[in-house]
């Protein structure tokens, strides 16, 4: 299953904000999902596309990206803006911006095309990207995300996707049987939300090696699903502050993870 396919041209709109520089590293490095995909019968390292789109509305910044079965984004808050200001926003060079960005606050600028990075007597500039291949993806779901999740028990990533399984995990607790799973070597990973027993088991195998944890959710599970995909999630998760981890998915639906400062969505394995 693939989420779209579409390409078109994004010219970048004037925002001005200021934060942390190591923080905004982090979050644009989360957005490319650096890590371990599945290839076969085994795996190869892998990310997104190195172009990400950067939005400032108030006080708030979201990077996001995606790619054809695939999206993310992550939030922050940032100071020095118009907390009047309708959202504005600009696709950049993910290496290229994250070269300059330094361990102390930065104010970042997107004017006429240029990027410019103040870090305090420096001055950077360098200029924006005009073009995502899946710029249509990354606006479609940044716009019909579903914002409250906490109390709710199912989830609309769009009009017509709901999906209605949810299974609320701590994070560390997530990202160990992860990482656990990791060590069989496929990179895919299987979610069983078992409503009767009340647990998600997160199993991977590969031709005679296989390994299952099961894991006790927060709140009880009250519908069963079950779904693969292959993602570098447990990567991911070390980055968000919050945590607790609230999983919406379906059968051979998309799974989705979100946190109080990320969305994270994937398409299933459907072979």
Do not use: W
């Not at 118009?82 to 600028?109: C, H, R, W």
């Not at 060590?183 to 031709?207: C, E, H, P, Q």
């Not at 090696?209 to 959710?217: Q, W, Y």
């Amino acid at each position: 299953m693939v989420l779209c396919i579409e390409f078109m041209k994004k010219v970048v709109k004037h925002m001005k904000f200021t934060m942390n520089g190591k923080r905004l590293k982090e979050m644009i490095n989360l957005c490319l999902l650096k890590g371990k995909y599945n290839q076969g019968l085994s795996n190869t390292k892998g990310q997104l596309g190195n172009c990400v789109k950067i939005s400032c509305s108030g006080n708030k910044i979201s990077v996001e990206n995606g790619d054809a079965s695939t999206y993310v984004r992550v939030y922050n808050r940032v100071r020095d803006t118009n907390p009047l200001m309708n959202k504005q926003y600009g696709f950049v060079n993910a290496d290229i911006l994250t070269k300059y960005l330094v361990d102390e606050d930065s104010t970042i600028s997107f004017l006429d095309n240029i990027i410019k990075i103040i870090s305090g007597n420096s001055v950077v500039e360098i200029p924006v990207i005009e073009r995502h291949d899946y710029a249509h993806i990354i606006g479609k779901f940044s716009d019909s995300m579903q914002e409250d999740y906490e109390d709710e028990e199912t989830y609309a990533a769009t009009e017509k996707l709901v999906l209605k399984t949810k299974v609320c995990l701590m994070k560390n607790e997530l990202i160990s049987a992860i990482n656990m799973a990791e060590r069989v070597g496929s990179s895919i990973y299987t979610f069983n939300a078992n409503s009767k027993g009340n647990t998600l088991s997160i199993t991977s195998d590969k031709l005679t090696e296989s390994i299952t944890t099961n894991l006790e959710p927060i709140s009880p599970i009250s519908r069963d699903a079950i779904a693969s995909f292959s993602l570098p999630i447990s990567k991911a998760l070390e980055y968000t502050n919050d945590d607790e981890v609230a999983i919406f998915y379906d059968d051979e639906m998309p799974i989705i993870f979100r946190t109080t400062d990320m969305i994270l969505m994937r398409a299933p394995r459907t072979e």
